[in-house]
C-alpha cells in the first residue's frame, strides 16, 4: 500500500503563489510511475490539473499552462505542484496520485480512473 500526503495549501489573492508537495511513500524498487495533481471544486469532480512520470515527463490541463509548474525530487519521493497568477476559480482541493507502472502516454494522465493511490488533498483559496 503507497501512502501520499500533501502539504502546502493555503488562502490568497487572486494573482498570488503557491507551491504544493506531495510525498509518497512507495519504495526504490517500485519501478516506472506516473504522478499527477487533481483538482476537486465544490460539487464538482476532479480534474486533472498537471502529471509527471518517473522518466520526467510532463503534461498539463490547457487552462493551467503557462501558470502551473509540475516538478519532483525523486530522493525526497516528492512532486510539487508550483501555482502562479492564481484564479478564483482555481479554489478547490488539490489531491496527488499515483499509479505502478508509467502510463504509455500521458494523453491518459489527467484522468482520474487510472490511478488507485491518492493522498487526502490539500485546501486552495484564492480570493477575488
Known amino acids: 500500500q503507497v501512502q501520499l500526503l500533501e502539504s502546502g495549501g493555503g488562502s490568497v489573492p487572486a494573482g498570488g503563489s503557491l507551491t504544493l508537495s506531495c510525498v509518497s511513500s512507495?519504495?526504490?524498487?517500485?519501478?516506472?510511475?506516473?504522478m499527477t495533481w487533481f483538482h476537486e471544486a465544490p460539487g464538482k469532480g476532479r480534474e486533472g490539473v498537471a502529471a509527471?512520470?518517473?522518466?520526467?515527463?510532463?503534461t498539463y490541463k490547457d487552462s493551467v499552462k503557462g501558470r502551473f509548474t509540475i516538478s519532483q525530487d525523486k530522493m525526497k519521493n516528492t512532486a510539487y505542484l508550483h501555482m502562479n497568477l492564481l484564479r478564483p476559480e482555481d479554489s478547490g482541493t488539490y489531491l496527488c496520485?499515483?499509479?505502478?507502472?508509467?502510463?504509455?502516454?500521458?494523453?491518459?494522465?489527467?484522468?482520474?480512473?487510472?490511478?488507485?493511490?491518492w493522498g487526502q488533498g490539500t485546501p486552495v483559496t484564492v480570493s477575488s
Open positions: 496520485a499515483i499509479r505502478f507502472p508509467r502510463l504509455p502516454s500521458l494523453s491518459w494522465a489527467l484522468s482520474a480512473n487510472e490511478y488507485v493511490f
Open positions: 512507495h519504495g526504490d524498487n517500485s519501478g516506472t510511475y506516473t
Open positions: 509527471i512520470d518517473d522518466e520526467g515527463a510532463t
